[in-house]
């Protein structure tokens, strides 16, 4: 496998959408959508010490954390990445959009290349994706993508999972 940290910061694009790297000056703009280990930033202080770990996390080789800018308008409209871990040659995918963004595509554009991204440039064999039963958008664009369900978590989440064509 192919993990972070890479000696260029990967940028991927669709020619609508770019995924790259997070900096301190996207903080405002991403501060209502900013977590960590599911807990929301409570301030932009708080939100740049959550990007300070992620990027901890990052440097460590346990995942990778794009935003997703507009490519028109250099809008930020989300953030995406690989959390926890790549063990087992498997990856966490999650997503956050900000609301004012719901559905225009950009969630669906922006998972496209992190699976590529997962299955190509790192290696994984497996993608899994967790989400709350409530969550019924989240559900729909993962079955959209190919995911299947494939555990009911504590606390009720669910976890859905893709694999690549040959496992």
């Not at 440097?59 to 250099?74: K, R, V």
């Not at 409209?77 to 790549?86: D, E, K, L, N």
């Not at 966490?92 to 669906?108: D, I, K, N, Q, S």
Request: with cysteine; net charge negative.
């Amino acid at each position: 496998m192919n993990l972070p940290p890479y000696s260029l910061f990967p940028e991927l694009s669709n020619g609508r959408l770019r995924l790259r790297a997070v900096t301190s000056a996207d903080l405002e703009s991403l501060m209502e959508i900013s977590f960590y280990d599911a807990k929301p930033a409570k301030s932009i202080a708080e939100a740049a010490q959550m990007q300070q770990q992620i990027d901890y996390d990052y440097a460590a080789g346990n995942s990778i954390h794009w935003c997703m800018e507009e490519l028109s308008t250099q809008r930020l409209v989300g953030t995406c990445g690989y959390y926890r871990g790549f063990d087992n040659n498997s990856g966490e995918l999650g997503c956050v959009l900000r609301p004012a963004f719901y559905g225009r595509g950009y969630m669906t554009e922006a998972m496209k290349l992190a699976i590529g991204f997962g299955f190509q440039t790192i290696g994984l064999q497996k993608i899994t994706a967790i989400t709350s039963p409530h969550n019924e958008n989240a559900i729909r664009l993962l079955k959209r993508l190919q995911f299947q369900q494939i555990a009911l978590l504590a606390g009720d989440e669910l976890m859905f999972g893709l694999s690549t064509p040959e496992h």
